[in-house]
């Protein structure tokens, strides 16, 4: 599958469960930072694009996507981190938002993943501005089937 190096794996350790591996991990696109950083840098000077780029730098260093052989594991935050996990038998359907500017500019898009709930309404968990969805998407959808059959 995809190769984790030693440091992300030490870094992410601490939310696995025993015997989990990781297979993917990855963030808001790099191209989304850049001209982010670029765009609103001279701006920032003028205090009008100062939100826009410390909203850029925060989605940054705060969103982190893991998959494992087992779950999607979403942390978001820097002081205060909140971790938001699905296992793929809970996982009824993806959907994959890919806004025209957003693919041009920048080549990112957005997924949600839809997961069985116990209440009335179903959970969706959004995993925001990142490159190359599709194959995102489908490594999440190989990953499903590799745990429904155990293969992995």
């Not at 591996?21 to 920032?44: H, N």
């Not at 209440?119 to 590799?146: F, S």
Request: aromatic share 10%.
């Amino acid at each position: 599958m995809a190769i984790v190096s030693e440091k992300q794996k030490l870094r992410h350790a601490k939310y696995l469960a025993e015997g989990e591996r990781i297979i993917k991990v990855f963030g808001v696109g790099r191209r989304y930072l850049w001209f982010s950083v670029l765009t609103y840098f001279p701006l920032a000077f003028l205090l009008i694009g100062m939100p826009k780029l410390l909203e850029a730098l925060h989605l940054w260093h705060a969103k982190t996507y893991i998959f494992t052989d087992r779950r999607v594991i979403i942390k978001d935050g820097i002081f205060s981190i909140k971790t938001t996990s699905a296992p793929y038998d809970k996982i009824t359907h993806i959907t994959v938002r890919e806004d025209f500017m957003k693919k041009l500019c920048y080549g990112i898009g957005d997924i949600t993943i839809h997961t069985a709930a116990a209440g009335p309404q179903p959970i969706e968990i959004d995993i925001i501005k990142v490159e190359e969805p599709m194959k995102i998407k489908n490594l999440l959808e190989q990953l499903m089937t590799a745990e429904k059959h155990g293969t992995i």
